[in-house]
């Protein structure tokens, strides 16, 4: 833990960016709280708009709801269950942040919705998605923050907490 300086912590979160192939990473108490702390880092505020997966989990809804921000929501491919590639008739307003649901392991093709966005920050959440790999790169390696998750029941399962990745 972090008590007294958190040695031990702290090269874990070292040795975790550095797979995911990131400067730096922070731990949180759940994968709730990293996005919430990413948005923020982002500057997500009540003038902002986030795209967001429509198929997501939803803690990026409440991280969304928590910072007041407006959020489009993407439309969902069947077969992924991740946003459809082409959503550039959905989104009419400029989106400042794209946030982003790796669901199920499966990888959201991210340039081609940042293009068709034109998003100028990206908020990856990776949770459902550690070890998924897109154009030779981790799940993760993207964002301008990503998250992940790590209760129980998610792919890196450590009782209860998140971590954020950024450079
Ligand atoms: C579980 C999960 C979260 C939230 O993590 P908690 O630790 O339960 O708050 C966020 N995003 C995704 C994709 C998840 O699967």
Request: hydrophobic fraction near 40%; charged fraction near 15%.
């Amino acid at each position: 833990s972090y008590w007294r300086g958190g040695p031990k912590a702290k090269l874990v979160e070292y040795r975790f960016a550095s797979l995911i192939g990131r400067k730096d990473a922070f731990f949180h108490n759940s994968g709730s709280a990293a996005l919430l702390t990413g948005l923020y880092a982002l500057g997500a505020n009540e003038y902002s708009t986030v795209a967001i997966s429509s198929s997501g989990f939803v803690a990026s809804l409440n991280a969304l709801y928590h910072m007041q921000s407006r959020p489009v929501f993407l439309p969902t491919d069947e077969q992924t269950l991740v946003c459809q590639a082409d959503v550039s008739e959905w989104v009419a307003n400029p989106v400042d942040i794209l946030l982003v649901t790796q669901l199920l392991g499966n990888v959201v093709d991210i340039d081609y919705v940042l293009r068709t966005t034109q998003a100028r920050l990206l908020l990856e959440d990776a949770s459902q998605a550690l070890g998924s790999i897109l154009n030779g790169q981790y799940v993760g390696a993207r964002g301008d923050v990503s998250t992940f998750a790590g209760s129980n029941r998610k792919l890196l399962g450590a009782g209860q907490g998140g971590i954020n990745v950024y450079d």
